[in-house]
């Protein structure tokens, strides 16, 4: 079992940057992948990026490409840079991990944080 906290979220303004970060009760190194999670005002929760449990190959979708970035700073904390922030960017974000493979799709993941909450103001 992993128990996962976020923190980093607050408020910026759009063209903000924010670094959020997940930290994992256990090492999560070749036996979890993570991802990042978020679920905006009023919309179903989306899948925003993955990483793997082995050889960090990673994975956005298109509403972060070229904006996020996610990493492992170590073998039981993950992080989201996220640059160029929008106001479509607000909402929560809630770190996640599970047994591979790891993709998009919530039920692909067992393990989920409380959250940390991300607004940017226009």
């Known amino acids: 079992q992993v128990q996962l906290v976020e923190s980093g979220g607050g408020s910026v303004q759009a063209g903000g940057s924010l670094r959020l970060s997940c930290v994992a009760s256990?090492?999560?190194?070749?036996?979890?992948?993570m991802g990042w999670f978020r679920q905006g005002p009023g919309k179903e929760r989306e899948w925003v990026a993955r990483?793997?449990?082995?050889?960090?190959?990673t994975a956005y979708a298109d509403s972060g490409k070229g904006r996020f970035t996610i990493s492992k700073d170590n073998v039981n904390t993950l992080s989201l840079q996220m640059d160029s922030l929008k106001p479509d960017d607000t909402a929560m974000y809630y770190c996640a991990a599970g047994r591979p493979p790891c993709g998009s799709r919530s039920s692909e993941y067992t393990y989920w944080g409380q959250g940390t909450q991300v607004t940017v103001s226009s």
């Open positions: 990483i793997t449990s082995v050889g960090g190959g």
């Open positions: 256990r090492s999560t190194y070749g036996l979890y992948c």
